[in-house]
């Protein structure tokens, strides 16, 4: 079966790359975080897990090859972004994209669902060993590595023929802990905000 979906996803990006169906893109990103985790707290003989929301602010970027073109377009999209200090948060996502292409109008919409990864950092508030994913001293950064989804859609306006402004893009999914983190953490939610630039070859 993993092999039947690599085949496919190698002869779509085969496809695409030999009809220049490419598209790169560099954006800003904004987003919130809720429910991450920040470390464990000793408190009356017993110790609670601390969970914190936050807002951080990067860039993003990422790529698509796009095998179906036309007024509807079918691609795999590739992404990444990196929202620097503490609080902040990397993300890299894979995923499925339709786009729509009207003749007329110089806007262009599309939906897109993806999976991959997000990293968080916050400020450690441990004082006690929780066996979690972070050693880290109280006061310094505490890190969580989460396997995550996200549905994310938007609206591309078309600069020039092979550059389109990214007006608004906004995005939601939700995370889950399973590289080793506190035993009960419920996972985080994810809402993101990006806009930026995409140049098509």
Not at 65 to 91: E, H, M, Q, Y
Not at 119 to 128: A, D, E, L, M
Not at 152 to 166: H, M, Q
Request: hydrophobic share 40%; glycine share 16%.
């Amino acid at each position: 079966m993993r092999r039947s979906i690599l085949l496919v996803a190698l002869v779509a990006l085969s496809a695409s790359l030999a009809q220049g169906q490419v598209s790169v893109y560099l954006t800003s990103s904004t987003a919130r975080l809720s429910g991450v985790e920040t470390g464990d707290v000793q408190s009356g003989g017993s110790h609670h897990e601390q969970y914190a929301d936050f807002w951080a602010s990067g860039v993003g970027g990422g790529v698509t090859f796009n095998f179906l073109s036309g007024p509807v377009k079918l691609g795999i999209d590739l992404r990444g972004s990196t929202r620097p200090g503490t609080a902040g948060a990397d993300t890299a996502f894979a995923g499925f994209k339709v786009g729509f292409n009207p003749p007329v109008i110089p806007l262009k919409p599309y939906i897109q669902a993806s999976g991959g990864y997000v990293g968080t950092r916050t400020v450690n508030v441990s004082t006690v060993s929780s066996g979690g994913s972070s050693s880290a001293t109280v006061g310094g950064t505490f890190t969580n590595r989460y396997a995550a989804w996200e549905i994310v859609g938007g609206v591309d306006y078309r600069l020039a023929k092979l550059v389109d402004l990214r007006l608004i893009e906004v995005g939601g999914g939700k995370g889950s802990d399973i590289f080793g983190g506190l035993s009960s953490a419920p996972g985080i939610s994810l809402f993101t905000i990006n806009s930026g630039l995409v140049v098509h070859f």
